[in-house]
């Protein structure tokens, strides 16, 4: 199977060699690399220039909510695919793939025509639901209008439950990592706003409580204080997210006992 990789960067000119260096080397190469500059202010252009790669610009003005120009950037690589795949890396531009990522994963779409996205994982010691946006794969037919992609707060999740609503599959596979070279620590402000996109997922109260008591100290209260001030449910059936949450809650509570046992 082909896949083509898209890679969003603004302003990672630090980053950017070692994520672009860990593409050129994978033991299966992409049909078409597509690096969208998201009008960067440092170097970032001039090392994207030293790459043999399809460059874009964003002509996208800046937003407050940067996840905005990330969600709107991407879509953009996605109608600029010139050469037909079947599969689309999308790698954050702090991301360091090992050599045979892209080919591990190539292989549980070989395995399962359902699958629609897949990814590894970046810390072992970390429950994972959903694959990790950071490196990404999905099948291209399932994502192959830009349109269908929700502009929203946490769009990379409300794309992977979308899929999962229409029939498809997801999976993580946690046999290969990759490197994160950027701090991600949630903050108390994401924290309130992962709260909040749990009130429009119409998650249950029950799964929201376990989930903000996963958080830890301020963020614990800023993730229930979201939910309690989200909008009501607002992308997927209640239905769906019912009982997707309840699978989930299950998964993670056998997980955090697989992981007190092995502590202990």
């Not at 090392?47 to 905005?68: A, G, N, V």
């Not at 996963?214 to 229930?224: E, N, P």
């Amino acid at each position: 199977m082909d896949y083509s990789v898209i890679v969003t960067v603004y302003n990672d000119e630090e980053f950017l060699p070692r994520c672009f260096d860990a593409i050129q080397n994978q033991s299966i190469h992409p049909k078409e690399i597509i690096i969208i500059d998201d009008n960067s202010t440092d170097n970032t252009g001039k090392i994207i220039d030293q790459y043999p790669f399809q460059k874009i610009f964003s002509t996208e003005p800046k937003h407050e909510q940067r996840w905005l120009n990330r969600v709107r950037a991407f879509k953009l690589a996605l109608k600029s695919i010139k050469k037909p795949t079947d599969l689309i890396l999308k790698i954050d531009s702090d991301i360091i793939i090992p050599p045979n990522y892209a080919e591990t994963l190539i292989q549980h779409f070989q395995k399962d025509p359902k699958l629609a996205a897949t990814s590894g994982i970046q810390n072992p010691n970390q429950f994972h639901p959903l694959p990790r946006n950071g490196a990404i794969m999905y099948r291209q037919e399932a994502i192959q209008n830009p349109e269908d992609i929700r502009e929203v707060y946490a769009w990379d999740r409300w794309t992977l439950l979308w899929l999962q609503e229409k029939g498809y599959n997801v999976h993580v596979d946690e046999t290969i990592r990759y490197t994160e070279l950027r701090d991600s620590l949630l903050t108390t402000k994401e924290a309130k706003r992962s709260g909040i996109v749990r009130r429009r997922e119409y998650y249950p109260i029950r799964a929201v409580i376990i989930q903000a008591f996963l958080q830890g100290g301020l963020k614990s209260l800023y993730f229930i204080y979201g939910y309690i001030i989200g909008a009501g449910p607002e992308r997927h059936s209640k239905d769906f997210i019912k009982k997707y949450s309840e699978k989930e809650e299950k998964e993670r509570m056998k997980y955090i006992r697989k992981r007190v046992e092995v502590t202990k």
